[in-house]
Each structure stands twice: as structure tokens, then as C-alpha cells.
């Protein structure tokens, strides 16, 4: 009934930066929070940031000063701004939201995930 679909992962060197987009489309009466999550080969899933849909964030200490979560309620949309990035930055980034479709029944839902990989 809903999915999310994350773009924007790619290559780059240390330093540089990258926006990620999750958007969220389906049946969707309203979006509730969004959370931009990573997960590095061998190691668990990270939650690095939350954005509540009226625009509250909230930040892992990982993450906190480099990266910003932002969203656009109107396209049902969510980013991630990722600066000053490092080879530990390195993993598959997941979009997770939580959605009331218009059914009046809430999900939770995962993207497929967008690789980032930080490397010289």
C-alpha cells in the first residue's frame, strides 16, 4: 500500500557531501515521523536521525553537526544532508516511516536502502 523509495547514494571522496531523498508514496492519508537509518557491513542498524511531520529533528551523536534531516510534507519527502564525510560513513542508508494510509490503518515501512560508499 505504501512504499519508500531512498536516491542519491553514490561514491565520493572524504569531505565531500550528498543529499539523500527518501519519498514516500501510496495510499497515504499521513505521514508521522521519518528516520534516515545505515547499516555498515558486519555491523547492526544505525538510527542517525528522526523528523517529526511538523519538523522536529533529532540526531545520533555519530552524525550530530554533519548531518541534516529535512522534509517536504507536500511531496511527502524526506532528506538527508550529509557533509564533511568520512570512510566510516560508508554503508547502505535507509529510509523508515511511519504512515497512516488512507484506511485509517498504520504501517511501518522500510526503503530498499541507497549505498554510500566514502572513499579515496
Partial sequence: QVQLVESGGGLLQPGGSLRLSCAASGSIFNVYNM?????APGNERELLAT???DGNANYADS???RFTVSR???KNTAY???????????AVYYCHAVVKVISRTTLVVWGQGTLVTVSS
Fill in 35 to 39: 528516520d534516515w537509518y545505515r547499516q
Fill in 51 to 53: 523528523i517529526t511531520n
Fill in 63 to 65: 552524525v550530530k553537526g
Fill in 72 to 74: 517536504d510534507n507536500a
Fill in 80 to 90: 538527508l544532508q550529509m557533509n564533511s564525510l568520512k570512510p566510516e560513513d560508508t
